[in-house]
């Protein structure tokens, strides 16, 4: 199944819009592909205000968060990937939803041994049925 995550992230948005209040993302800087203004950046994250009057472009998508933003008067394009994202919330309550780190693809580095292939499934015994009472 594909993930739930941008499913929850724009339902926990619009829901914040609703109630008035200003939607805040945390994102963790430090994953690839994360291209946001990094002197704004601190041990690795970033909170950036996503309410309509601060951004343009807004998209979050299944795998993105995207939009225009300005940092300093200066005007700069945010990027995330959806795995990098570790909260959206209220900025005046902080009611929102956390969502976990999810564990990195295992890609071998360069150099490193090709690994074993899966072993086929058993043949033999056919899975059954059983009723149980």
């Known amino acids: 199944m594909t993930s739930n995550r941008p499913y ?12 008035d209040m200003t939607p805040h993302v945390l994102i963790d ?16 994250r970033i909170i950036l205000n996503i309410s309509p009057s601060a951004v343009q472009q807004f998209a979050i998508d299944d795998n993105c968060l995207a939009f225009n933003a300005r940092f300093g008067g200066r005007p700069s394009s945010i990027y995330a990937p959806i795995d990098a994202i570790r909260a ?26 090709e690994p074993d292939p899966p072993e086929p499934p058993p043949q033999g015994k056919r899975p059954a049925l059983r009723v149980v009472k």
């Open 29 to 44: 800087a430090t994953m690839q592909d994360v291209d946001v203004p990094q002197h704004y950046v601190e041990d690795g």
């Open 8 to 19: 929850l992230m724009r339902a926990i948005y619009e829901w914040i819009l609703d109630n």
């Open 88 to 113: 959206i919330y209220a900025a005046e309550n902080s009611e929102g939803m956390m969502f976990e780190a999810l564990p990195q693809a295992n890609v071998p580095e360069e150099g490193d041994p």
